[in-house]
């Protein structure tokens, strides 16, 4: 099986910094494209960031310059830097891999999701 097991969340006050983890494990060959996803109460699941293995990034607008999306592919990790946090980016934030098992089979796998609550 596979698990991808996100830690980091918290409660901040606006302004202040939270750095997501997300480690994945299991019987994996490789890990493709990456990502973080964030879904706030009343709303739809959207993209955060993400990464593909060789580093590209892409951010939703609305975090740009604010956000960093970062990748250790030798501990199979995935992390998100937030820092000058606002009240909207309160939501539980998922972690998303592309991944490929050592059984050869191939699917998208999420975590468990962690909690972001910034107070203003």
């Known amino acids: 099986q596979v698990h991808l097991v996100e830690s980091g969340g918290g409660l901040v006050q606006a302004g202040e910094s939270l750095r997501l983890s997300c480690a994945a494990s299991?019987?994996?060959?490789?890990?493709?494209?990456m990502g973080w996803y964030r879904q706030a109460p009343g709303k739809q699941r959207e993209l955060v960031a993400g990464i593909t293995r060789g580093g590209s990034t892409n951010y939703a607008d609305s975090v740009k310059g604010r956000f960093t999306i970062s990748r250790d592919n030798t501990k199979k990790t995935v992390y998100l830097q937030m820092n000058s946090l606002k009240p909207e980016d309160t939501a539980v934030y998922y972690c998303n891999a592309d991944i490929f098992t050592a059984w050869a089979s191939r699917g998208t796998y999420w975590g468990q999701g962690t909690q972001v609550t910034v107070s203003s």
């Open positions: 299991g019987r994996i060959s490789s890990i493709n494209n």
